[in-house]
T-cell receptor
Framework: NAGVMQNPRHLVRRRGQEARLRCSPM?????VYWYRQLPEEGLKFMVY????????ESGMPKERFSAEFPKEGPSILRIQQVVRGDSAAYFC??????????????FGPGTRLTVT | AQKVTQAQTEISVVEKEDVTLDCVYE???????LFWYKQPPSGELVFLIR??????QNEISGRYSWNFQKSTSSFNFTITASQVVDSAVYFC?????????????FGTGTRLQVFP
């Protein structure tokens, strides 16, 4: 499967636990984006990363949320001490740099987080 | 500021009808990209089209066509001879070309229901 991969697809956590969401970009893509979709709403940008660097985290809540994209391995979105309001679908997208022909953001299938 | 407006929250049509989904955007960038994505009931996001701001040619792909008009800041999407499988939420999105971010700004989506 050459597409963006996310796991797990579904994640259930109790209030106060930690949630770790993983994203493996498409082959050849070095840019990763995380978006959140609350129930019945559109997608909201959270964070944009390149390998080992956070480029734009303007959409990420200041507390409890963090993201990384290490040199090796998938990008991780980490939510500490989850609350019910964190229940949402979290989508990862990846892309090449803009100067590459066919540039665009390609989305993974999403991780649906439910906080009980 | 960048903004995408999809004024139509929900549209219902009967199979074989043509339907147009509206998208109006705001941006100060002179160079930008516009996208349409489809989100079927299964929840994944399917990339449909990317258009850059310098290319105002309309595009047709099978039953899908897009009308980009810079003068009215609109990027409308038409489905000809709609089918039940077209039932989904459709999102329009904008990405400006700025120094440090390629993030997408999404509209709130239009839910299309096609009845047999």
């Amino acid at each position: 499967n050459a597409g963006v991969m996310q796991n797990p697809r579904h994640l259930v956590r109790r209030r106060g636990q930690e949630a770790r969401l993983r994203c493996s970009p498409m082959k050849g893509h070095s840019h990763v984006y995380w978006y959140r979709q609350l129930p019945e709403e559109g997608l909201k940008f959270m964070v944009y990363l390149q390998k080992e660097n956070i480029i734009d985290e303007s959409g990420m809540p200041k507390e409890r949320f963090s993201a990384e994209f290490p040199k090796e391995g998938p990008s991780i979105l980490r939510i500490q001490q989850v609350v019910r309001g964190d229940s949402a679908a979290y989508f990862c997208a990846s892309s090449t740099s803009r100067d590459v022909s066919g540039w665009g953001e390609y989305f993974g299938p999403g991780t649906r987080l439910t906080v009980t | 500021a960048q903004k995408v407006t999809q004024a139509q929250t929900e549209i219902s049509v009967v199979e074989k009808e043509d339907v147009t989904l509206d998208c109006v955007y705001e941006t100060r960038d002179t160079t930008y990209y516009l996208f349409w994505y489809k989100q079927p009931p299964s929840g994944e996001l399917v990339f449909l089209i990317r258009r850059n701001s310098f290319d105002e040619q309309n595009e047709i792909s099978g039953r899908y066509s897009w009308n980009f008009q810079k003068s009215t800041s609109s990027f409308n999407f038409t489905i000809t001879a709609s089918q039940v499988v077209d039932s989904a939420v459709y999102f329009c999105a904008l990405s400006g070309v700025s120094y440090n971010t390629d993030k997408l700004i999404f509209g709130t989506g239009t839910r299309l229901q096609v009845f047999p």
